[in-house]
């Protein structure tokens, strides 16, 4: 079993950033895909951005590329997002999820992704 904390939301303007993180728990981290995901309100829970296990591959939304920017530090469990250049249509909550061997469905679909945090949740005004 895994346990993922998010940490790091709130409340932005326009053009500004936010880092938010994702502590995990146990010894195999290093071995998950860990990806972020968003929910706004009456919207359907969407893809952003995921990192394969050793951190060397990375997956974006067309919608965040060059803004945004995943990273991950196996030796912390903790994985990471960078936001930089908010929206307000950026406004949801943010899911951090991990995907464990053995890896199901595309990398871009909440299919595989077995565990999942509270969500944290990052406001952008206008």
């Known amino acids: 079993q895994v346990q993922l904390v998010e940490s790091g939301g709130g409340l932005v303007q326009a053009g500004g950033s936010l880092r938010l993180s994702c502590a995990a728990s146990g010894r195999t981290f290093s071995t998950y895909v860990m990806g972020w995901f968003r929910q706004a309100p009456g919207k359907e829970r969407e893809f952003v951005a995921a990192i394969g296990y050793s951190g060397v591959n990375t997956y974006y939304a067309d919608f965040v590329k060059g803004r945004f920017t995943i990273s991950r530090d196996n030796a912390k469990n903790t994985v990471y997002l960078q936001m930089n250049s908010l929206k307000p249509e950026d406004t949801a909550v943010y899911y951090c999820?991990?995907?464990?061997?053995?890896?199901?469905?595309?990398?871009?679909?909440?299919?595989?992704?077995?565990?999942w945090g509270q969500g944290t949740q990052v406001t952008v005004s206008s």
């Open positions: 999820a991990a995907r464990p061997i053995p890896y199901r469905g595309p990398i871009t679909t909440t299919v595989g992704y077995d565990y």
